[in-house]
């Protein structure tokens, strides 16, 4: 560096790396959206939950799945892996306003 050169300042540094760092977790973000799926079937049993007042279909479908009385095609999905998880996090996206899972044909 010449001495004639400014020298970059901090700000502009945390700028730069800001900037980086938000790239980089939209990338993060657009790579998960790529693998959370959830088939149309089992999304429209979710939505289709009537939660009681001052209750949440989340908390529906973690009632239902603990006293078995939700279908057997819904059960059946949340014993794999972590779909139960998954459909939690369907219904939080939906609370929320925003698709965190992406619906699919089957």
């Known amino acids: 560096m010449e001495m004639n050169e400014p020298a970059m300042d901090n700000k502009r540094i945390s700028e730069i790396v800001e900037e980086e760092m938000m790239k ?7 790579d998960m959206r790529k693998t959370l799926t959830i088939p149309k079937s089992i999304a ?28 057997d095609e819904l059960m059946q999905f ?23 899972v992406k619906v699919v044909e089957e």
């Open 24 to 30: 980089q977790d939209a990338n993060r973000y657009r």
């Open 78 to 100: 949340c014993l794999v892996d972590n779909n139960l998880n998954l459909c939690a996090f369907y219904l939080a996206g939906k609370a929320l306003g925003v698709d965190l």
């Open 44 to 71: 429209d049993e979710l939505d289709g939950f009537n939660p009681d007042k001052g209750e949440t279909k989340i908390a529906v479908l973690i009632e239902g799945y603990n006293e078995c009385f939700i279908s």
